[in-house]
Nanobody
Framework: EVQLVESGGGLVQPGGSLRLSCAASGFTFSSYAMSWVRQAPGKGLEWVSA????????SYADSVKGRFTISRDNAKNTLYLQMNSLKPEDTAVYYC??????????????????WGQGTQVTVSS
């Protein structure tokens, strides 16, 4: 059974940090590009960051560039998102997605082969 399970979300004050994890199972994790996509309350999906299958290439949305860092450990089948200097506008459900041939910088679910259930991040004082 294919699974992507996000964890690490929670409530944090503005300026704080969180580290999200996405544990993958049931497929060859190291063969897939991975992405983080978020959905703020009442809004559509927003692409956040992507990393290629080997981990050597990363990309970020302008809204998080310089504050978020994506990484992966293919030996542990796990994707990470280190989030620093968090702002209230970062409040959202964060999803991880896996794609072999799709656009890893897309916010659209159908571009991904596998998709997680999401983890809530709330930035508030």
């Amino acid at each position: 059974e294919v699974q992507l399970v996000e964890s690490g979300g929670g409530l944090v004050q503005p300026g704080g940090s969180l580290r999200l994890s996405c544990a993958a199972s049931g497929f060859t994790f190291s063969s897939y590009a991975m992405s983080w996509v978020r959905q703020a309350p009442g809004k559509g999906l927003e692409w956040v960051s992507a990393i290629n299958s080997g981990g050597g290439s990363t990309s970020y949305a302008d809204s998080v560039k310089g504050r978020f860092t994506i990484s992966r450990d293919n030996a542990k089948n796990t994707l990470y998102l280190q989030m620093n200097s968090l702002k209230p506008e970062d409040t959202a459900v964060y999803y991880c997605g896996a794609t072999m041939w799709g656009d890893s910088e897309s916010p659209t679910i159908y571009e991904y082969d596998y998709w997680g259930q999401g983890t809530q991040v709330t930035v508030s004082s």
